[in-house]
C-alpha cells in the first residue's frame, strides 16, 4: 500500500484508495434488501448510499412504530412480575 | 521498533503484541443474526419496559402523553440496543453517552479546503459522494465527522442491529398482545 503515502495527502489524513471504498461499498450492498439482483457493478456507490439512508430511514420509522405500539400495549396491559416471567418464557 | 531482547521467541510475541495493537478485527454482523443476541436484547428490553411503565404511572400518568410515553420507550430499546454491542461500535458508545451530545452545536474546526491544482486525491470521491455520505453520517448516531470507510463500517453493523431491534420488539408486542388479552392484529411487518 505504498500508493498510499506516495500520493499527495490532503490535511495530513491517508489517502483512502477507490479499491476500498468499493469493496466496502458492495459488503454494504450485500446487506441492503435489494441486493438480490446480479451484476453489482452497475450500480454506482452514489446510488447504494442512497438506498442505504432510505433503508435506514425506513427502518427507523419501524422501530418508532413499534415502541408507539408498545406503549399503548404497556399501558392496557398489567405487565405484573408473573405476567413478565410468562413472556420471557415464551421467548426463550 | 527496537526489541531490546535477543530472544526470538520474544521477537515473535512482539509480532503478536504488535497484531493485537493493530485496529480490531470489525465487530462481526453475524451475531446480530442470532437467536442468543435476540433473547439476551429482548429480556433487557423486557426489565426496561417495566421500568418505563413503573416510571409513567408513578410520574403524573395523566399528564404522560402517548408520544412522551413511545419517545421513553424508543430511547429505552436504543439504549438497550447501544448496550448489546458491548460497546464496539461508534454509534452504540454515541447513544449511550446520551442523545443531548448529538443535538449540541459542537464547534467545528473550520478546515479550509486545499486550493490548488486539481490533486487526484480530490477526484476520488466526487461531491455526490460526499454529500450522500453526510446525510449518511446524520442518520447514524456518533458519525456525522467519520470518514467514509469506518462511517460505512458503522452503518452496515448499525442496520444489522436495527434490523434485530425490530424482530425483538415485534416478537415482545405480539407477546404483550396475547397476554393482555387485545386481539393480536392481523399484520407482523418484519424487514425479512
Known amino acids: 500500500m505504498s500508493s ?3 500520493r499527495l495527502r490532503q490535511s495530513g489524513s491517508t489517502r483512502i484508495t477507490d479499491e476500498q471504498i468499493n469493496e466496502l461499498i458492495s459488503k454494504l450492498q450485500s446487506v441492503l434488501p435489494e441486493a438480490r439482483r446480479g451484476g453489482n457493478d452497475r450500480v454506482s456507490a452514489a446510488k447504494v448510499l442512497q438506498e442505504t439512508c432510505s433503508h435506514i430511514r425506513r427502518l427507523h420509522r419501524e422501530v418508532d412504530d413499534l415502541s408507539e405500539r408498545l406503549s399503548e400495549l404497556l399501558d392496557s396491559a398489567d405487565l405484573n412480575s408473573a405476567q413478565a416471567a410468562f413472556i420471557r418464557s415464551l421467548l426463550m | 521498533m527496537t526489541i531490546s531482547n535477543g530472544d526470538g521467541d520474544s521477537a515473535a510475541k512482539d509480532g503478536r503484541r504488535e497484531r493485537k495493537r493493530k485496529r480490531r ?5 453475524v451475531k446480530w443474526k442470532t437467536e442468543g443476541e435476540q433473547k439476551t ?8 419496559l417495566r421500568r ?3 416510571s409513567s404511572a408513578t410520574g403524573a400518568a395523566s399528564a404522560a402523553t ?7 420507550v424508543r430511547e429505552a430499546a436504543d439504549r ?4 448489546a454491542a458491548r460497546g464496539r461500535t461508534r454509534w452504540s458508545r454515541a447513544i449511550l453517552c446520551g442523545r443531548t451530545l448529538k443535538r449540541r452545536v459542537l464547534p467545528r474546526a473550520g478546515r479550509p479546503k486545499p486550493v490548488g491544482p486539481a490533486r487526484a486525491a480530490e477526484r476520488s470521491k466526487p461531491p455526490a459522494l460526499k454529500t450522500k455520505a453526510r446525510v449518511l453520517g446524520r442518520l447514524v448516531p456518533g458519525c456525522r465527522k467519520l470518514p467514509l470507510p469506518s462511517l460505512l463500517e458503522e452503518v452496515s ?3 444489522a442491529a436495527l434490523e434485530m431491534q425490530i424482530r425483538a420488539m415485534s416478537v415482545i408486542a405480539e407477546a404483550l398482545s396475547a397476554v393482555g388479552g387485545a386481539p393480536s392484529p392481523a399484520q407482523t411487518e418484519g424487514p425479512m
Open chain 2, 41 to 48: 436484547y429482548s429480556s433487557k428490553l423486557i426489565e426496561a
Open chain 1, 4 to 6: 498510499r503515502r506516495s
Open chain 2, 80 to 83: 438497550a440496543l447501544a448496550a
Open chain 2, 157 to 159: 453493523d448499525y442496520i
Open chain 2, 25 to 29: 478485527a470489525e465487530p462481526s454482523l
Open chain 2, 66 to 72: 402517548d408520544h412522551s410515553r413511545s419517545r421513553a
Open chain 2, 52 to 54: 418505563v411503565r413503573r
